[in-house]
């Protein structure tokens, strides 16, 4: 089955750049979403379809896709970006959904 | 707007069948991809399965889970439902119903999630 694996944890300062990665085999060939789910609350998405934003979340958050590694990008990060972000395709080889292990952003 | 509600027993007995429905509220069943995805406590996201609402209501689920589980609709009363038999306590997590448009889509609703423990 398609595996995606993203990295336990990140840490940034407050007003700089967060990575997140999420690799798996030929990723770029997919379409990869970005979820960000806070303690108690359901997941909600924040980039989709590689790159592009839902209504409603900032400029702040972004995606690209490439090759074995897919990445979400969070600029000017603020005490309220901290949070577990999850990264999810569609295995068309199987016709399953597959999450990835997820990363939990720590504002310092 | 629409939204999702789930609803079932928060504990059930080893060896039993989970049982928990998805109400949509405030807009329509068709046409969709109706999922359950589940969350352990304190870990990560496990997809379950989806429905998809159309002609033949064809069916996808975890292969991990596959031999346990069935997903239905049930159009008049807007509602989806999750079977899951012979459960353990590894099956203990929130459960989270959700809708997609389209399989490479994203879930662009979900439902608050519903706990459900397993135990004696």
């Known amino acids: 089955s398609y595996v995606l694996t993203q990295p336990p944890s990140v840490s940034v300062a407050p007003g700089k750049t967060a990575s997140i990665t999420c690799g798996g085999d030929?990723?770029?060939?997919?379409?990869v979403h970005w979820y960000q789910q806070k303690p108690g609350q359901a997941p909600v998405v924040v980039v989709y379809?590689?790159?592009d934003r839902p209504s409603g979340i900032p400029e702040q958050f972004s995606g690209s896709n490439s090759a074995n590694t897919a990445i979400l990008t969070i600029t000017s990060v603020e005490a309220g970006d901290e949070a577990v972000y999850y990264c999810?395709?569609?295995?068309?080889?199987?016709?399953?959904?597959?999450f990835g292990t997820g990363t939990k952003v720590t504002v310092l | 707007q629409v939204q999702l509600q789930e609803s079932g027993p928060g504990r059930v007995n080893p060896s039993e069948t989970l049982s928990l429905s998805c109400t949509v509220s405030?807009?329509?069943?068709?046409?969709?991809?109706w999922g359950w995805i589940r969350q352990p406590p304190g870990k990560g996201l496990e997809w379950i399965g989806h429905?998809?609402?159309?002609?033949?209501?064809?069916?996808n689920y975890n292969p991990s889970l596959k031999s346990r589980v069935t997903i239905s609709v049930d159009t008049p009363k807007k509602q989806f439902s999750l079977k899951l038999s012979s459960v353990t306590a590894a099956d203990t997590a929130v459960y989270y119903c959700?809708?997609?448009?389209?399989?490479?889509?994203?879930?662009?609703?979900w439902g608050r999630g519903t706990l459900v423990t397993v135990s004696p």
């Open positions: 379809d590689d790159r």
């Open positions: 959700a809708r997609k448009y389209t399989l490479m889509g994203y879930f662009d609703l």
């Open positions: 999810q395709v569609w295995d068309s080889t199987t016709d399953h959904q597959v």
């Open positions: 030929n990723i770029g060939d997919k379409t």
């Open positions: 429905i998809y609402h159309s002609g033949s209501g064809s069916t």
């Open positions: 405030g807009g329509s069943i068709n046409s969709y991809f």
